[in-house]
């Protein structure tokens, strides 16, 4: 089988500072072949694009997931690799799932394709807002190998489309994966809980457990801290 193929850094840099509307307008996007090389040790997945649901990101995210599986996090912090499979082997699912350019209906058609296509820096909360390496990531930090479905969680991260973006991506605890499956167990959990104003309770939730980061090291603990410590509010969450 062949290996997965990424753009060069260079040409990724020219990408964005020579971006041409234009090209995004297209159903396939033109590049050169010469500006790629082949990425160590994973290999290409055969079929994916049929697997991608434009009306489905949780599916989507779980096939893209599982067809970079073997991926280390490092690996998965490297724009190379996004870029490309945006602009090159998944670009048909992306201009149909974010196709504000090519039906006209972008207002800053530009901004749009940086926000969508290439990731802004390597930080967590760029990568959970890129169109293909947050839904990769959203699977790997949810997926639970210890469950009988071990993306029971990954559903409930995507029970609303900003979840794992805007509330999740935009603090640091979005990168530590006990941290997210705590934060999930306790919504499942806790049904009744979430049944209304599910956004502005999931925020509010985010916000309590990072501001708790920012005295204790949550990188050593488990799920279950994260989810005790939500017990200790959810008077504060019933009141949103």
């Known amino acids: 089988m062949a290996k997965q193929t990424i753009f060069k850094p260079k040409y990724v840099q020219r990408l964005k ?14 590049y050169d072949k010469n500006q790629v090389y082949m990425f160590p040790n994973i290999e290409q997945t055969v079929g994916l694009i049929e697997k991608l649901d434009v009306n489905d990101d949780c599916k989507t995210a779980i096939a893209i997931y599982e067809a970079f599986e073997n991926l280390e996090p490092i690996q998965a912090s490297d724009e190379r690799l996004w870029v490309y499979l945006a602009h090159a082997d998944l670009y048909p699912y992306m201009v149909k799932r974010w196709n504000a350019v090519q039906n006209g209906t972008a207002k800053d ?109 949550i990188s050593y603990y488990d799920r279950h801290f994260f989810k005790s410590e939500l017990e200790k509010v959810s008077d504060s969450i019933s009141a949103i």
């Open 17 to 30: 500072t020579e971006l041409n509307v234009d090209f995004y307008k297209s159903n396939e996007f033109v």
């Open 109 to 217: 058609p530009q901004n749009y394709i940086l926000n969508h296509w290439f990731l802004s820096t390597s930080a967590q909360s760029s990568l959970l807002r890129h169109a293909i390496a947050g839904l990769w990531w959203s699977a790997y930090l949810s997926v639970d190998e210890s469950k009988e479905d071990k993306y029971e969680l990954t559903k409930v991260l995507f029970r609303q489309l900003d979840f794992p973006t805007r509330t999740l991506g935009t603090y640091k605890l979005g990168r530590h994966k006990e941290a997210v499956l705590g934060i999930l167990e306790f919504i499942q959990e806790n049904e009744d809980l979430f049944k209304s104003k599910f956004e502005p309770k999931t925020r509010f939730v985010t916000k309590h457990l990072n501001v708790i980061g920012g005295v204790k090291p």
